[in-house]
């Protein structure tokens, strides 16, 4: 287990993770009570942020582990609720590699999202939230067409739960580099876990 402090100075946990055959199971770093748990079918990469957990009154970001790569679901038994209780070392989420690497829960997205893949690599949104495409109003844009990125690079913040997420380019099946063909959302749009947010050339 990792800390370390945050964004907004909300301490930070890292996740733990255990391959289970062909799946990975991402585990919790402590007892606490989480929160804001990433949507079943959301694409979950290192580093992203997978909700937060509250361990003795402290709330935490929660960090997805370096192993962590694939499409979530959740364990059947822990349903639905909005915060549930955890123990040290229990399974949180279970993640689909292969899944990710084909794109089955992007792919099944329709309309324009699937009209840009066909023309091309793309990069998606890891989680739902509110995009902001520039670090502040009166600041320039993370990256915009025409610009070469490379993994790593931040692209956009994505706002969940009053929480800025920072997003990184990467992923399975991109370039380490790549050009911006299109930026698709606006800022202050609503965006879907696997949404466009990058057209590449």
């Known amino acids: 287990m990792t800390r370390r402090q945050g964004r907004e100075h ?3 946990m890292t996740a733990l993770a255990a391959p289970s055959g062909t799946r990975i199971e991402v585990r919790a770093p402590a007892v606490g009570l989480w929160r804001d748990a990433p949507p079943a079918g959301s694409l979950v990469r290192p580093g992203d942020a997978i909700g937060r957990l509250e361990v003795l009154g402290v709330m935490h970001r929660l960090i997805a582990p370096a192993q962590a790569q694939g499409i979530a679901s ?3 038994h822990q349903g639905e609720r909005a915060r549930r ?3 040290h070392g229990q399974v949180m989420l279970v993640l689909d590699p292969e899944a990710a690497l084909g794109g089955t829960a992007a792919d099944t997205a329709a309309g324009e999202g699937a009209r840009a893949a ?7 949104a890891p989680t739902s939230g509110r995009f902001y495409g520039r670090p502040a109003p009166d600041r320039p844009p993370f990256v915009q067409p025409g610009d070469e990125i490379t993994v790593g690079q931040t692209v956009c913040l994505i706002e969940v739960m009053k929480t ?3 997003v990184a380019y990467g992923g399975a099946g991109l370039p ?3 050009r911006v063909g299109a930026v698709k959302p606006t800022d ?3 965006l879907a ?3 466009v947010i990058l057209i590449l050339e």
């Open 193 to 195: 876990a696997g949404d």
């Open 188 to 190: 202050d749009a609503e």
């Open 164 to 166: 800025f997420i920072r």
């Open 176 to 178: 380490e580099r790549a």
């Open 85 to 87: 209780p955890l123990q």
């Open 74 to 76: 959740m364990p059947e």
């Open 10 to 12: 909300e301490p930070e």
């Open 118 to 124: 066909e023309q091309g690599r793309v990069f998606r």
